[in-house]
């Protein structure tokens, strides 16, 4: 790498592959646990549209129901939620501690998450365009494919964007607990052993990851956009 | 034909009935006892004011919109109470076009026109075809590869409409198709929409609150009020003598009207008599004037209005001074009008020099 030797320079070269180390391990836990929140929470979102009064699928008991969880799992704050989920990750995962274990609770915080913000984006489709649709005859499955979902694009990705942010920082705080990652060497380097430096380069690497991320999101979410 | 899925159309005259249909919207009636047929390969006007239920009748007829009571018979089969999933058949067989265009903004014209292909099934290859053609007829060719938000109303509208011509549908429903364009391409689309007619049979529902589009293609005319039908007829008819209120304050312009100095001249008395004449088919090709002169003994002098056509049907509103002010002819000639013409009225007595 090209900035290895400037990074040795700077700092020692067991730091350098510590940070290189937890920058690894968070980039595999957000981007796991997004990819999967994305999966159950897109589909959540889309239920919870649908079964609304009024909706293509619309079933107000379904609604309700899922209305509930999802409203009871965002209410839960996220260090307790990762404490009580405990029990699952082990039978999921077969361990309470590291990268594999970590994924377990960030996914069950971030799919209903992404799914209200999601959702807020589906509601905003034009019922007008879901008329035109049904006018034309399509199916249910043709409704969600041609217009809810497309026309919702833009604002999914700009929540998928704030999802990623979000689990970028709650996965620093998962490390607290034992899961690796940057957040992990930050309060084991910088709060236990007072090393500023590696504080100052966790707090650098993350400002330059959730800034880039949201970078890239916006660009992508435009780019899509032709309303 | 496409090979677009067919509704089971039974054997049917009539694309289009409605037996005392009934909707309301938190308790008031937007549509109040609607009745109504319209034959295959017929062009039937819808007017009426804003408000006057137009939308919702046509929402009633593809199921978008529900009748409390009455029944809904497309094409022969019965849809009052068909679910969704049994509409989708016959949707595909109903274009709409909408009065906010109603365009998927996250696809081109192109795939916009091509959805209703997609939904029913046809292969890549035959949408794009059929795309090509319709972009090509509504004049947006140039514009395939572009999304809705780029285009203007008028472009929104003929993107709308080639959607729903696509699936070469059997009853074409229009929500003020033309309202958005110019009078240039208005009469493309109207061209277009009665070639379509005459080749392949598509029977047209078109709301409209331009009378001059209704005189140009439509076959006959309803007038929508408060949820009623308060006039139908053949155009010519309803144009050349209005029966209702509504219909004659939606006609305003259309119509002549006398104009003002002249109105303010008529009297209860007075040297000649002023009469009104409202003509339409075969009566106005006949030489009223000259039946007029046989009983009055004097040519009758035309002081406005005139004659006009609707597709080749004459229909006009005359106001004709009679040169006499004889209670006896003037009944005369009233007397003789009447058999042929749609209406006739003595409006009053104006001075000779009028
Ligand atoms: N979804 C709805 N909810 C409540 N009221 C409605 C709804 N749709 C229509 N209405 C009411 O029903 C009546 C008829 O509406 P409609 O849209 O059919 O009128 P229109 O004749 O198409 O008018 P315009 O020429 O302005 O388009 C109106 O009073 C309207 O307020
Ligand atoms: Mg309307």
Redesign the interface.
């Known amino acids: 790498m090209i900035y290895d030797t400037f990074f040795a320079r700077a700092m020692s070269r067991p730091l350098f592959d510590l940070l290189l180390k937890g920058l690894w391990e968070t980039v595999v836990m957000t981007g796991v646990s997004g990819l999967l929140s994305l999966v159950i929470g897109l589909p959540l979102a889309l239920i919870l549209v649908t079964t609304d009064r009024g909706g293509?699928y619309q079933n107000l008991v379904v609604n309700r129901a899922l209305g509930w969880v999802v409203n009871a799992l965002r209410s839960v704050p996220f260090i307790i939620l990762l404490v009580a989920v405990i029990p699952l990750t082990r039978l999921i995962v077969g361990s309470a501690i590291g990268i594999a274990a970590a994924i377990v609770p960030l996914t069950i915080a971030a799919a209903p998450y992404f799914a209200r913000v999601a959702e807020v984006s589906l509601r905003e489709v034009?019922r007008?365009?879901i008329?035109?649709?049904?006018?034309?005859?399509?199916?249910?499955p043709?409704i969600l494919r041609?217009?809810l979902v497309?026309?919702a694009?833009p604002g999914i990705v700009s929540g998928f964007t704030v999802t990623l942010v979000t689990l970028i920082g709650a996965s620093a705080m998962a490390g607290a607990v034992g899961a690796g990652g940057l957040g992990d060497i930050a309060i084991r380097y910088g709060y236990q052993r007072f090393e500023t430096a590696v504080m100052v380069a966790v707090v650098v690497i993350l400002i330059v990851m959730v800034a880039g991320m949201q970078w890239a999101g916006d660009r992508l979410a435009r780019a899509?956009d032709?309303? | 034909m496409t090979e677009t899925g067919e509704a089971p159309v039974a054997d049917f005259h009539d694309v289009v009935e409605l037996h005392d249909v009934v909707r309301r919207f938190s308790g008031r009636p937007a549509l109040d006892g609607i009745s109504l047929s319209v034959a295959r390969g017929e062009i039937v006007g819808l007017i009426g004011r804003s408000g006057a239920g137009k939308s919702t009748l046509i929402r009633c007829l593809n199921g978008l919109d529900r009748p409390e009571a009455g029944r809904v018979v497309i094409a022969g089969t019965d849809i009052t109470r068909m679910d969704e999933t049994a509409l989708q058949p016959i949707r595909r067989r109903i274009g709409m076009i909408f009065q906010h265009f109603n365009l998927m903004s996250a696809k081109t014209v192109a795939e916009n026109v091509a959805l209703p292909l997609k939904i029913a099934g046809q292969t890549k290859a035959a949408r794009q075809k059929r795309v090509m053609e319709l972009l090509d007829l509504v004049g947006l060719a140039d514009r395939a590869g572009h999304y809705p938000a780029q285009l203007s109303g008028g472009q929104k509208q003929r993107v709308g409409i080639a959607r729903a011509l696509a699936p070469e549908p059997l009853l074409l429903l229009s929500d003020e198709a033309t309202s958005a364009l110019d009078p240039e391409t208005t009469q493309a689309i109207l061209t277009l929409l009665q070639d379509v007619n005459r080749q392949l049979g598509l029977t047209i529902l078109m709301i409209t609150h331009e009378m001059e589009v209704v005189r140009q293609i439509a076959h006959r005319v309803l007038v929508l009020d408060g949820g009623r039908i308060v006039e139908e007829g053949p155009v010519a008819r309803v144009l050349a003598s209005p029966q209702t209120e509504t219909t004659r304050s939606l006609l305003r312009g259309l119509s002549p009207v006398l104009p003002l100095d002249v109105a303010a001249r008529i009297a209860p008395t007075g040297n000649q008599a002023l009469i009104r004449l409202d003509v339409y088919g075969p009566a106005a090709r006949k030489p009223l004037l000259a039946e007029i002169e046989t009983v009055t003994g004097q040519p009758p002098r035309l002081v406005h209005g005139g004659l006009n056509d609707v597709q080749g049907e004459p229909y006009g509103r005359l106001f004709l001074a009679l040169g006499t002010a004889d209670a006896d002819r003037i009944t005369a000639v009233i007397d003789r009008l009447s058999p042929e013409a749609t209406a006739v009225e003595l409006l009053g007595y104006v001075p000779h020099d009028l």
């Open positions: 293509i034009d007008a365009l008329d035109a649709a049904r006018a034309m005859g399509a199916t249910r043709a041609e217009v497309p026309e694009l899509i032709h309303r």
